[in-house]
């Protein structure tokens, strides 16, 4: 059996058991999706959004993209937040990011990659905003993982500055930013506690990165 025919094999075993604890469950999904949260997310191979929390089909609209930015004028990206906040509806945007990502490392480390070194960009200019930060940290680990962290919370930040949550803010509607990293070494996702559920807080939150990028 090929690769791929294996694949196939056992999709057919998946969905069976899947028709077994519940028989009209993709009968049901074929009608609607209702997910409540949008994930946005790093393409990195060990992460699993769904799987690692608990979440089945229907339950999570999802956005991948290397080092999981959330770029100004990103069309792909922006498209998903308004379909996801306008249309779903969904209540909570989880950003989340991951130690030991490859494209925050190389973006750390000025490497050669293609095409991909201009998406990387961004990264890197996330990382000459935080300077003090990342020469403060003690070794090439730590810098890295610092790097991922505040990537995290820089896209949080951007994803609260489009115009889908701003008009959603502005209008009432209920939507929170949240920051998590993933840690590939436990399989445990971690909050990183930079919640924006108001333009207030984003405000707030801008205030906090600016004294963190003087060092403070
Ligand atoms: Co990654």
């Known amino acids: 059996m090929s690769k791929l025919e294996k694949l196939l094999a056992a999709n057919k075993i998946w969905a069976a058991q899947m028709k077994e604890t ?9 009608e609607l999706q209702a997910p409540k949260f949008l994930w946005i997310g790093c393409s990195d191979s060990r992460v699993m959004p769904n799987a690692g929390a608990g979440l089945l089909p229907g339950e999570l609209f999802v956005h991948r ?17 308004q379909f996801a906040v306008e249309v779903l509806q969904v209540e909570h945007i989880i950003v989340c990011g991951h130690y030991g990502c490859g494209g925050v490392q190389a973006a750390l480390e000025n490497t ?11 990264i890197q200019d ?3 905003d935080y300077r003090l930060i990342l020469e403060a940290a003690d070794s090439r ?14 896209q949080v930040m951007n994803a609260g500055q489009t115009t889908v ?6 209008r009432g509607q209920t939507i929170s930013i949240h920051g998590w990293i993933y840690h ?8 990183l506690q930079v919640t924006l559920d108001s333009l207030e807080d984003l405000n707030d939150l801008g205030l906090k990165m600016i004294d963190k990028q ?3």
């Open 126 to 128: 996330v990382g000459r």
């Open 184 to 191: 590939i070494t436990d399989g445990i996702f971690r909050d």
């Open 112 to 122: 050669r990659l293609g095409l991909i070194d201009n998406w990387l960009r961004h």
């Open 165 to 170: 949550v701003q008009d959603a803010w502005r």
């Open 141 to 154: 680990e730590a810098r890295l993982d610092k790097l991922c962290e505040i990537n995290v919370i820089e």
């Open 22 to 30: 519940d028989a009209p469950f993709f009968e049901r999904l074929s």
């Open 214 to 216: 003087k060092g403070e």
């Open 65 to 81: 993209n290397i080092a999981n930015l959330v770029v100004h004028t990103d069309m792909n990206c922006l498209s998903v937040m």
